[in-house]
């Protein structure tokens, strides 16, 4: 990660990030891994699997938050839009209360990818 300042972090997805997420979670679906097969769907080229792009923002959150994360936890995500392989991803967190954050993950043409909230019990 990079350019961590103390509410926003700056992340670049590759495409080497997708395919070693594609082995590790055995989600092989070729919107993912396959250049010929992604060229042809709706989104026209390889898209990072959501739950790589949630786990980004969960890491960055447990690295703030270790201490809270690690008891009952409540996370809320709404995926919005694809991240594709190149793209950097911003990563914004709001603590709204002691025990709930809003967090916003945008692209860097400012579609939002991921909106989630994260409530400690």
Not at 84 to 103: D, W
Request: hydrophobic letters at 40%; a neutral charge.
């Amino acid at each position: 990660m990079n350019n961590n300042t103390s509410n926003q972090i700056e992340f670049l997805i590759s495409q080497k990030m997708i395919d070693d997420y594609a082995k590790a979670s055995k989600d092989f679906n070729p919107i993912h891994i396959n250049k010929e097969f992604a060229s042809k769907s709706l989104f026209k080229r390889r898209i990072a699997h959501g739950m790589l792009t949630l786990s980004i923002v969960m890491e960055y959150l447990y690295e703030i938050y270790s201490d809270k994360m690690l008891n009952d936890t409540l996370v809320e995500a709404r995926f919005k839009n694809p991240v594709y392989a190149g793209e950097k991803i911003i990563i914004l967190h709001e603590e709204k209360l002691k025990e709930k954050i809003s967090v916003i993950c945008r692209k860097e043409n400012g579609e939002e990818a991921i909106s989630a909230s994260v409530t400690f019990k």
